[in-house]
């Protein structure tokens, strides 16, 4: 018994370093048979010396017996040892390889998530430094705006999602802020339906959407335009629609933008087929992005 | 000096004239809010130096330059641009990064020539001046001594200089006008060569000349051209 442990810890080490997991199935199952074969007779041959050396007087049948015996045995427990084995092997390895997927699937995520553009930020602080003389109180709100974005954004990482108030909160804020320094070339306009509070989305989505019409929109345009986000519930989803001055060029759709070509691919890893996400001109002066979102 | 500054936003032009109200070789003739406004406070002012915010609505910073005939000393402010600054990679005076530090200010502005006087608006194009070329992604202040010569190349001109010939969207008869003709000599209908770059000269077929210049460039005088050409080399 003790010597048939020992066989298989001596099979399972081959098995390991010769990566027998990787060898196809046609190559494997022979091998594993002869293995299985020379593992028995190993045994039996151990025994016969055994019983020899207890009794050196024993005739040839009476020896072979227990041996034939001993080596049908054998096969049986070393096949039935094989297969346990290798089922467990294959189990392993499934297993890994979701984790795998797993893990990559994570950071891929992490990666498409929105993160705040620098160039905003830098613009922000300039705008309010220069604002501090002007008006101190704006200036103030101001930096609790950028400071309240700032922690968002910071905090974005650890959440797959947010309830959708708290990402309206971060628009507002940053509305707020592009406004101190566009001015009157930025007008706002919000109407939220009721509702729409009890949604969860991506953190930091919708803030790109509206970045986004601000830096090909009202940042391209001498005198401005505004930015209006609505959200009304179809069919048991969440629809946002930012509407924004400006117009696509033809072509541009999608690929253009990274933010945007991040947001659809990010929908459809956190939704799958149930969220959806357009752009496109509305009219010739109004850019429309729309995203329906599920519960 | 006279100094112009041009960005769209009100308050980041405010924070700027602010830093500089330190600096009293600064003189602030004007503040713009886009590449339109710029370019008739400049045709106005003839600023000296100007402080430029290169993504503005309409126009960049970097077309603005492309139409001037010849740019004034360039100080670049930008928030923060992978784009922009790849472009700075060019011979910019310098660039300021918003918010503007004042020692970073000050240092920007040790650079620039206060002693350089940039002249009226009908001034003609020395070869003290510069001009801005943008060619693709590339673009460079070229001084204009550097210039080895214009070619022209249906309605745009190579500009010759190192080892690059970029073109610019002009003909060659505007240009020719406001260049200063104690430096530059039109060769020919397709050709302005710089003259401080003159080395041989040679007579050439039908009673043209052929110059070459330095780094080997050969350039054909036209038979018109010839007679004022050598008159201008004799004095």
């Known amino acids: 018994m003790a010597f048939n442990i020992l066989l298989t810890h001596g099979f399972r080490y081959f098995i390991i370093k010769f990566k027998w997991l990787n060898f196809r199935m046609v190559k494997l199952i022979p091998l594993v048979f002869v293995s299985v074969f020379t593992l028995s007779l190993l045994s039996s041959i151990f025994l016969a010396l055994i019983i020899l050396v207890r009794n050196a007087s024993l005739s040839f049948e009476t020896l072979m017996q227990p041996i034939v015996i001993q080596t049908t045995e054998s096969v049986f427990l070393f096949l039935f040892w094989s297969l346990a084995y290798f089922i467990y092997l294959y189990f392993e390895r499934y297993n890994t390889s979701l984790k795998y997927e797993a893990t990559i699937r994570e950071t891929e995520l992490k990666n498409l998530k929105s993160q705040l553009n620098p160039h905003f930020i830098f613009n922000a602080l300039n705008s309010i430094r220069a604002l501090v003389e002007e008006n101190p109180k704006k200036s103030k709100e101001a930096i609790t705006q950028l400071s309240h974005i700032l922690r968002n954004s910071l905090n974005s990482d650890r959440k797959k999602l947010v309830p959708f108030a708290e990402e309206l909160r971060t628009v507002k804020d940053y509305l707020g802020l592009e406004s101190i320094r566009y001015e009157e070339r930025l007008s706002t306009k919000f109407d939220i339906a009721e509702g729409s509070e009890r949604f969860q989305v991506p953190p930091l989505m919708l803030q790109t959407l509206v970045e986004n019409g601000i830096k090909h929109g009202i940042a391209n345009l001498k005198k401005g335009g505004i930015v209006a986000i609505s959200t009304f519930l179809k069919e048991g989803q969440l629809v946002v629609q930012v509407r924004n001055t400006g117009q696509l060029a033809s072509g541009e759709k999608l690929e253009k933008g990274f933010g945007l070509a991040n947001t659809q691919k990010r929908l459809e890893m956190i939704y799958g087929s149930e969220a959806k996400f357009k752009i496109k001109n509305e009219d010739l002066k109004t850019v429309l992005t729309e995203i329906n979102l599920p519960k | 000096m006279k100094t112009l500054i041009i960005d769209d936003e009100r308050l980041a032009r405010k924070e700027l004239s602010g830093l500089l109200e330190n600096h009293k070789e600064i003189e602030i003739v004007g503040e713009a809010a886009n590449a339109e406004e710029a370019m008739e406070q400049i045709m106005e002012h003839q600023p000296g130096l100007i402080f430029l915010d290169v993504q503005m609505p309409g126009k960049t910073g970097f077309e603005l330059l492309e139409e001037l005939d010849r740019v004034p000393q360039v100080i670049f402010t930008t928030a923060y641009d992978e784009f922009a600054l790849k472009a700075f990679d060019v011979n910019a ?80 008869n505007a240009l020719d006008e406001r260049l200063d003709e104690r430096t530059f000599f039109r060769a020919s209908r397709k050709h302005i060569i710089n003259l401080g770059w003159v080395e041989k000269i040679d007579t050439w077929f039908n009673g043209g000349l052929l110059v070459e210049l330095k780094g080997g460039d050969k350039i054909e005088v036209s038979r018109r051209q010839a007679a004022r050409f050598k008159e201008r080399m004799s004095l």
């Open chain 2, 93 to 172: 005076l310098d660039y300021l990064l918003k918010p503007i530090q004042a020692d970073r200010l000050a240092e920007s502005l040790r650079k620039v020539d206060f002693t350089e006087d940039f002249g009226s608006a009908d001034h003609k194009l020395g070869k003290e001046d510069q001009v801005f070329v943008k060619d693709g992604d590339k673009c460079w202040f070229v001084k204009l001594d550097k210039v080895r010569y214009f070619e022209s190349d249906g309605n745009y001109i190579k500009v010759f200089f190192d080892n690059v010939r970029p073109m610019i969207h002009k003909s060659l």
